[in-house]
């Protein structure tokens, strides 16, 4: 199932995707542009799947075909590709991956005791629109073992620029033991990267939402 953009949120998200954006009206109603700080790249680690799901789209809490839906709190992520100068990025892949509500991705390679979420997708990819967004329905990240929790992210531009980095939750108290977080020693660099997760009024009832842009140098 594709995500339709909801209304609601997608007005909060232009106005505070132009505020991230650094974006000054002057008196004349010409636009400024800041320079934005580029998302700092992180390792993709050992999960990025081997052998894709059946269905790779954007929502990761229901697959095509299967009647049960993904454990865990669902989490509305959004945001834009955009250059360092504010401009969108258009028909960027924007590809996630994460672990389930256990603790286990989608990969031969991770040892985890728990059984799998078989309900989730664990991976999902779209292209970023004419004006840069995407968005993804997916669970809040959690924990496991020696990591805080996270969302891993890759973007390709149709240039073939490339970003690979890692969302983290903002308030989440484990960031501050985790050893891939404490190496962004620049505070607008774990700006960056750090998104805060609240109610997604207006979108779906009992889940999260937060905005995070992915930008790239221009
Ligand atoms: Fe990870």
Known sequence: MLIPTPEIGRRGFIASALASAGAVLLPHGIHAQQSLV????????????????????NDLVQMRGVEAHASGVVTHVMGRVLGT?????????????????HGRYLHPADAGKRPRDTAFQGYGRMTSGTDGAYQFRTIRPVAYPGRTPHIHFAVRTSSGRQLVTQMYVAGEPLNARDGLYARLRDPRQRHAVTVALTAANGIEPGALAGTFDLVLPT
Not at 45 to 52: A, D, I, M, S, T
Not at 86 to 101: F, L, S
């Open 38 to 57: 580029p998302t700092p790249q992180q390792t993709a680690g050992p999960f990025y799947p081997v052998q894709f799901p059946e269905d790779i789209d």
């Open 85 to 101: 100068d504010g401009k969108p990025i258009p028909n960027a892949t924007v590809e996630i991956w994460q672990c389930d509500a």
